[in-house]
């Protein structure tokens, strides 16, 4: 790689990391405490910044300055280590997401994703199943009954809720034939009779909801946050956690929700595609532009569900979790590519092209 390659890749990187999941973390943040305001009722952040916009600054100032306590009997490394591989899987797994189609940059042909890479979706998942280490390895380290308690449903929520969420992915790679990211966007990119989007929402709407729920398992959001659960756990996992430690699983979580919506867009949302755009006399900067602006829309209108989803519907029990998992999702997402694959050989046997 030659030196303007290297520039190139690392200003993505770091518009990724600060400019969309630090960034877009704290703005999250924002949304969360405003949006369940309105729906509890209540004014929310209104004092800190014009209409409480400096609030989410002001809380990372309060958890850097507040005292690390660690519990006398915790093991202090690895105590250490489980928010570092908390934060350090969020920040990693929108590598692989394009943000954009390409953009000309210094005389050259930039591709809008950090890491183009053949087995993109293979990425995805191994990433999140390490994701699993940094919660339950918090609950383990604690030496508190609470926290171990949530480390151990992590693990079997997470567990139970990846399955589904892999298999939820098959249908859409036996349409697309392809792990790369970005190849699935530009198939979306057709159109059928030249007016409809080639999007997977239409192709794959129980692949989409059953990875849509996962989504929310492994974000550890409600109705799905049985790893914290403070009214029975008092905080889970995270209970012995205080100042900056806390402060990244905090920033963990939002960058999850962030980088899943931006996933389930990439997958069944077209991604970066602004249907008929294209058809029009533009340029290519702008089109870029406008490219990068539509991804952010619809990510943005993905975060706000997650938010109004958490505020309206009540916790899971734990048996109703698990029920959920292995006796309603599961099966659905193993019919779901079944029924996919039936359905493409009848198309193909009559020479029909999706």
Same mark, same amino acid.
């Given at each position: 790689?030659?030196?303007?390659?290297?520039?190139?890749?690392?200003? &993505?990187?770091?518009?990724?990391?600060?400019?969309?999941?630090?960034?877009?973390?704290?703005?999250?943040?924002?949304?969360?405490? !405003?949006?369940?305001?309105?729906?509890?009722?209540?004014?929310?952040?209104?004092?800190?910044?014009?209409?409480?916009?400096?609030?989410?600054?002001?809380?990372?100032? &309060?958890?850097?300055?507040?005292?690390?306590?660690?519990?006398?009997?915790?093991?202090?490394?690895?105590?250490? #280590?489980?928010?570092?591989?908390?934060?350090?899987?969020?920040?990693?797994?929108?590598?692989?997401? *394009?943000?954009?189609?390409?953009?000309?940059?210094?005389?050259?042909?930039? &591709?809008?994703?950090?890491?183009?890479?053949?087995?993109?979706?293979?990425?995805?998942?191994?990433?999140?199943?390490?994701?699993?280490?940094?919660?339950?390895?918090?609950? @383990?380290?604690?030496?508190?009954?609470?926290?171990?308690?949530?480390?151990? !449903?992590?693990?079997?929520?997470?567990?139970?809720?990846?399955?589904?969420?892999?298999?939820?992915?098959?249908?859409?790679?036996?349409?697309?034939?392809? #792990?790369?990211?970005?190849?699935?966007?530009?198939?979306?990119?057709?159109?059928?009779?030249?007016?409809?989007?080639? @999007?997977?929402?239409?192709?794959? *709407?129980? /692949?989409?909801?059953?990875?849509?729920?996962?989504?929310?398992?492994?974000?550890?959001?409600?109705?799905?946050?049985?790893?914290?659960?403070?009214?029975?756990?008092? /905080?889970?996992?995270?209970?012995?956690?205080?100042?900056?430690?806390?402060?990244?699983?905090? #920033?963990?979580?939002?960058?999850?929700?962030?980088?899943?919506?931006?996933?389930?867009?990439?997958?069944?949302?077209? /991604?970066?595609?602004?249907? @008929?755009?294209?058809?029009?006399?533009?340029? *290519?900067?702008?089109?870029?532009?406008?490219?990068?602006?539509?991804?952010?829309?619809?990510?943005?209108?993905?975060?706000?569900?997650?938010?109004?989803? !958490?505020?309206?519907?009540?916790?899971?029990?734990?048996?109703?979790?698990?029920?959920?998992?292995?006796?309603?999702?599961?099966?659905?997402?193993?019919?779901?590519?079944?029924?996919?694959?039936?359905?493409?050989?009848?198309?193909?046997?009559?020479?029909?092209?999706?």
């Amino acid at each position: 790689m030659d030196i303007i390659s290297i520039a190139i890749a690392l200003i &993505k990187i770091l518009i990724i990391i600060f400019g969309v999941l630090v960034l877009g973390a704290a703005m999250a943040v924002l949304a969360e405490r !405003r949006v369940s305001a309105f729906i509890q009722e209540r004014l929310g952040p209104n004092r800190v910044g014009p209409g409480g916009f400096i609030q989410p600054f002001a809380d990372v100032v &309060k958890l850097v300055m507040k005292e690390d306590i660690v519990p006398k009997q915790a093991n202090l490394l690895i105590h250490d #280590l489980a928010p570092i591989i908390s934060i350090t899987v969020a920040l990693s797994t929108f590598a692989i997401v *394009p943000f954009g189609n390409t953009i000309e940059l210094f005389g050259r042909q930039v &591709k809008l994703i950090i890491a183009d890479v053949d087995i993109g979706i293979l990425y995805l998942l191994a990433l999140t199943s390490i994701g699993v280490y940094g919660i339950s390895l918090a609950g @383990w380290s604690s030496n508190n009954k609470y926290s171990l308690l949530g480390g151990l !449903r992590s693990s079997a929520q997470l567990i139970s809720y990846e399955l589904s969420m892999g298999l939820s992915l098959i249908g859409v790679l036996m349409i697309s034939g392809t #792990l790369r990211l970005d190849q699935i966007v530009l198939q979306q990119t057709e159109y059928w009779w030249g007016i409809i989007p080639h @999007w997977n929402i239409i192709l794959q *709407p129980f /692949g989409f909801i059953t990875f849509l729920i996962a989504s929310f398992a492994e974000t550890n959001r409600l109705p799905f946050d049985l790893p914290e659960a403070e009214p029975e756990l008092v /905080g889970g996992y995270h209970t012995e956690y205080t100042g900056m430690k806390f402060g990244l699983f905090f #920033l963990a979580e939002y960058a999850n929700v962030i980088t899943s919506s931006a996933i389930t867009v990439t997958l069944f949302f077209g /991604g970066w595609h602004l249907p @008929w755009i294209d058809q029009l006399s533009i340029s *290519p900067l702008l089109l870029s532009i406008l490219q990068i602006f539509t991804f952010l829309t619809k990510v943005i209108f993905l975060v706000l569900f997650f938010i109004i989803v !958490r505020w309206t519907i009540p916790r899971f029990r734990y048996d109703q979790l698990m029920h959920i998992g292995w006796k309603v999702m599961l099966p659905i997402a193993i019919a779901n590519f079944l029924i996919t694959g039936v359905i493409m050989l009848l198309l193909q046997y009559f020479g029909i092209t999706l």
